[in-house]
């Protein structure tokens, strides 16, 4: 396993100078941090949908229950 | 509209790209990218985008479709998206980012289209909307990975965009 630095390039618009430089200990912190709140969002998005999928499901459930028939419950849902 | 500067990742990778000292003589900005990642898992990888090199005040909306299923969300980030090492060999994504009046001492504005190539099912359209809450003009622009580096040949192109005095875009 290696211990690679990471490294970035900079490219100087008013000069056209590039440069490929390795990340500073500030940037690689900030890189991992914004790696944990992405994977954290992901989750969040995964837990969201699946909450809102299963209220779909129970809500048809319950039309169903009351006597709509699957025509009518999709026709009100969209499902 | 003019190629300011155009960046190409060699051989070794590189987990960022940043413009940075961008001229201040343009109405607008345009960046394009043709993207690929060396991270592995999904057939995309998420990149994210940094005016001045900040990470604070940004946010967007997004409309999204991954190929088999839709996405439509919100949050505190700046996200493009490129091709990974896990999208068939040899493809990128590709991204444009238009910034209309960067150097406003207001809030910008940013549109963000990304679109991931894969000869397969997964793959990976957004169009954003994005917002960044600052009000100092824009004189930098990185885009960083969270893990993993932009692969070889990838490249990344900005433009700048000059609106003349009829308030119209001028061509060049």
């Known amino acids: 396993m290696t211990n690679e630095i990471p490294t970035k390039i900079v490219i100087n618009c008013s000069t056209g100078v590039r440069e490929v430089l390795e990340l500073t200990q500030v940037e690689i912190d900030e890189r991992e941090a914004m790696a944990i709140q992405s994977e954290a969002d992901r989750v969040a998005d995964e837990e969201a949908a699946e909450a809102k999928a299963e209220a779909k499901a129970s809500g048809v459930a319950k039309l169903a229950e009351l006597g709509l028939t699957a025509e009518e419950i999709s026709a009100i849902t969209g499902a | ?172």
């Open chain 2, 1 to 172: 509209m003019q190629a300011i500067q155009t960046v190409t990742v060699g051989s070794g990778g590189a987990s960022s790209i940043e413009f940075s000292s961008i001229p201040g003589t343009f109405t607008d900005l345009k960046l394009l990218v043709s993207a690929r990642t060396t991270g592995t898992g999904q057939t995309w990888q998420l990149i994210n985008v940094l005016p001045n090199g900040v990470t604070a005040n940004r946010s967007q909306r997004y409309l999204a479709g991954l190929g088999s299923g839709v996405d439509n969300t919100s949050g505190n980030e700046l996200q493009a998206w490129g091709s990974s090492a896990s999208s068939t060999s040899n493809t990128f994504g590709s991204v444009a980012i238009y910034i209309p009046n960067y150097l406003s001492s207001v809030a910008k504005s940013l549109s963000i289209d990304s679109v991931t190539e894969n000869n397969a099912t997964a793959a990976l359209q957004l169009l954003t909307a994005g917002f960044w809450n600052d009000t100092s003009a824009i004189t930098s622009l990185e885009l960083t990975l969270n893990s993993g580096n932009f692969a070889e040949h990838s490249t990344a192109t900005l433009y700048g965009i000059l609106a003349g005095s009829d308030g119209t875009t001028t061509v060049t």
